[in-house]
């Protein structure tokens, strides 16, 4: 069974910075890619970014320019860097792996995901 564990939630003020973490249970290398999504309340969730085993990135239009994917394979760990927050980046923060869906043409959730962590900015 894999885990997923993240860290890192908060409060912060807008134009503040969170740097969240997502802990694997076994090598990064085992997916095909890592992703985080988040939901707010009301609102469907949204994949904000993905990063794959080769280490190329995406990031969903609200996030570009001011969030970050990365990670560290010797720790099994994927990160997300999130600056100049603002009060609409309120939501649960999820990581989860990803597997490229041919019908689609875009990355879907794998079967694994984290516990989330709640990520509050406030005006």
């Known amino acids: 069974q894999v885990q997923l564990v993240e860290s890192g939630g908060g409060l912060v003020q807008a134009g503040g910075s969170l740097r969240l973490s997502c802990a694997a249970s076994?090598?990064?290398?085992?997916?095909?890619?890592m992703g985080w999504y988040r939901q707010a309340p009301g609102k469907q969730r949204e994949l904000v970014a993905t990063?794959?085993?080769?280490?190329?990135?995406n990031y969903a239009d609200s996030v570009k320019g001011r969030f970050s994917i990365s990670r560290d394979n010797a720790k099994n760990t994927v990160y997300l860097q999130m600056n100049s927050l603002k009060p609409e980046d309120t939501a649960v923060y999820y990581c989860?792996?990803?597997?490229?869906?041919?019908?689609?043409?875009?990355?879907?959730?794998?079967?694994?995901w984290g516990q989330g962590t709640q990520v509050t900015v406030s005006s």
């Open positions: 989860c792996n990803l597997d490229w869906s041919d019908a689609d043409r875009r990355w879907a959730p794998g079967d694994y």
């Open positions: 990063i794959t085993s080769g280490g190329s990135t």
């Open positions: 076994r090598s990064l290398f085992s997916f095909n890619a």
